[in-house]
């Protein structure tokens, strides 16, 4: 776009040459630059406005520099002639006054504003219209005002014209910003928030003994049998499949009662993954502690237990012959030898604990790390043995907060459903597990109670077996809700079988935590219920069945977003491999790199501790 006349033809082509930019830019009193002249110049309104724009001595040197280069540019236009007397400028030229001698070029007066009714009504093909693009008043010049030119013929600063550059104005911007922008698709979706951080966390892995990761998977493996529910289909393995298998990438137990703590196998598996076949992943690799942003603890901690419970469940609550102990000794014993615990006292080292009976002789010691947990149930004890918080049993709540821990999802059991296969579903509420539970599970039980004779509700007793499983699968794919009230624990892999199984979540609790909140919106495919309206006889089954099909099927297709969001699985031999760009690891990694600020600050304060000096854990955030 050209910036239109503004020269007097008073003025020869000399004179004006000889206005340099420094002089005008020295005289400017103040000028009022119109739409098209704005663009040419490329000078942006403070207010984001195209209207006029005043140009004060106290702006910057380069803007005053390129408004006087557009001054002294000679340009050559036609006559003016008359325009019906309307105009599109904030000034009006008027005959020259010669009352007094003096002759020059039109004085110009400001003028009203045209109404935007007036506008609307114009006719462009009957009305000549009169441009007008710059005003200015130069120290010297003032008694020989410059006039605004106008050609005879339609001028290119016309109304049509005004209005494509206004377009254009807008509409690039706007181009630039989506052509310049490469969101994740995940980013696009209303119930997923992922913010902009780096490519990539430094994460060192210490060289613990292999007896206490991959070393615990061949002995699990090398076990006769396991007698407890669940696993036979481990059984069957041992018989037909681990002979053949290499020892370096032996899998994970698929007993659900382990299984559906294996973060620790996926998470180390994709760290042991070399750079080159790293595609995807959030996680970069260090090989130094001092570069590193955190540490991994490459400990199983969930198999070491279960190892345990099977070998001798007798002495897990003991320290005597307690092998599952020996082994969190060791981990610790190694840790605290080297630098990088001393230098951080552990804040920036983190251990997955996912089965609340893990690590359960060395909470207290690791509770300054980040732990990776399903929820806070396991981090204390409130049964019949323990109600007192001064009893030594106690594990305070203190020790775990969302400020330095990160909630990781259960591994799912049951199969992913695609979107494209749901079928109808006849089930109004469908739930299978144990009835009696301890602690806060007693709320199952006067919810089996309440519902177990609604109609279209099915409440089944169930054990995680082969039977079990496919009945599960069934019932979930089913049924239009899933319930989920607490067991043992807050939370359970019961939610995440649900979302895989496209079977809306009925979350009944006062005091849950779940994986990826701020980064995943769980109202957009969730059901939450408080325990009080819970246990109201016949509210929950009528408040289900008060949701309409469209919003049901909304929920529905918001959970098949998220499903590969709490996948860990890659496929992969031994899960050392390529692993899903937005799958469970990548958006644990993004949860611990949001948590650095608080944790590097907290090393920091620990610094300037004087000698002897203990400060009690004392956080206790939500």
């Not at 919003?551 to 297709?557: A, M, P, S």
Request: aromatic letters at 8%.
């Amino acid at each position: 776009m050209i910036l239109r006349g503004i020269l007097s033809e008073t003025l020869t082509t000399q004179q004006i040459l000889e206005l340099t930019p420094t002089f005008i830019c020295s005289q400017i009193k103040g000028s009022f630059v119109c739409v098209p002249c704005v663009s040419g110049l490329c000078v942006e309104s403070p207010s984001q406005s195209f209207r006029s724009y005043s140009v004060s001595s106290s702006d910057n040197d380069g803007r005053c520099s390129a408004i006087a280069n557009c001054l002294i540019k000679k340009i050559s236009l036609g006559h003016p002639t008359a325009n019906g007397g309307i105009t599109t400028s904030k000034v009006t030229p008027q005959p020259s006054d010669t009352s007094n001698g003096i002759t020059g070029p039109p004085r110009l007066v400001r003028s009203r504003a045209v109404r935007r009714d007036i506008v609307r009504d114009w006719n462009f093909d009957e009305h000549k219209i009169y441009e007008s693009c710059v005003v200015i008043e130069v120290k010297g010049l003032s008694k020989k005002m410059i006039p605004l030119k106008n050609t005879a013929t339609r001028s290119s600063c016309s109304i049509p014209s005004l209005f494509i550059s206004l377009s254009i104005l807008c509409i690039l911007p706007i181009s630039l910003f989506f052509f310049r922008s490469s969101p994740t698709p995940l980013s696009l979706n209303p119930q997923i928030n992922l913010q902009t951080s780096p490519n990539f966390i430094k994460v060192y892995v210490p060289n613990l003994p292999r007896s206490l990761n991959y070393g615990l998977l061949e002995n699990y493996w090398d076990l006769d049998s396991d007698s407890r529910i669940g696993s036979e289909v481990d059984n069957q393995i041992r018989k037909t499949h681990i002979g053949k298998s290499s020892k370096n990438f032996l899998p994970y137990p698929e007993n659900p009662i382990i299984k559906q703590y294996s973060a620790e196998y996926w998470i180390l598996g994709d760290l042991m993954t070399p750079e080159k076949l790293k595609l995807g992943s959030f996680v970069k690799r260090v090989f130094t502690a001092e570069e590193a942003d955190v540490i991994f603890v490459p400990f199983f901690a969930t198999l070491s237990a279960e190892m345990q419970l099977i070998v001798n469940k007798g002495v897990f609550r003991k320290k005597e012959g307690n092998e599952d102990y020996q082994r969190q000794r060791m981990v610790l014993e190694f840790l605290k030898q080297t630098e990088a615990w001393k230098r951080s006292g552990g804040r920036d080292h983190v251990f997955v604990i996912t089965d609340p009976v893990a690590m359960w002789h060395v909470k207290a010691e690791v509770a300054p790390a980040i732990l990776l947990v399903v929820d806070f149930g396991g981090w204390y004890k409130l049964d019949s043995k323990a109600y007192n918080e001064s009893s030594s049993d106690m594990i305070h709540h203190t020790q775990v907060s969302l400020l330095k821990d990160v909630i990781v999802p259960y591994t799912h059991l049951l199969p992913r459903l695609p979107l494209s296969e749901n079928q109808k579903r006849e089930i109004l509420l469908y739930f299978k597990g144990a009835k009696h539970r301890h602690r806060g599970g007693i709320v199952r039980e006067k919810l089996w109670d309440l519902l177990i004779n609604e109609p279209r509700v099915v409440m089944e007793e169930g054990f995680p077996n082969a039977t079990g499983k496919e009945q599960s699968i069934k019932g979930m794919r089913t049924s239009e809700f899933c319930l989920h009230p607490a067991g043992d624990t807050p939370t359970s892999c019961r939610l995440f079988d649900a979302i895989q199984s496209l079977c809306i979540p009925v979350i009944v609790s006062d005091n849950i935590e779940l994986p990826f909140e701020g980064m995943v919106d769980y109202s957009k495919f969730a059901v939450f219920v408080s325990v009080s309206n819970a246990l109201q006889p016949s509210w929950l089954v009528n408040h289900l069945r008060s949701y309409s099909y469209e919003k049901k099927d909304r929920y529905r297709r918001s959970m098949a977003v998220v499903q590969p969001i709490f996948e860990y699985e890659n496929g992969q031999p031994g899960g050392i491999g390529p692993i899903s760009p937005n799958g469970a690891i990548n958006f644990i990694w993004r949860k611990v790199h949001q948590k650095l600020p608080m944790i590097k600050e907290a090393i920091i304060r620990e610094k300037r501790k004087p000698p002897g000096v203990s400060v009690p854990l004392r956080c206790h955030c939500t």
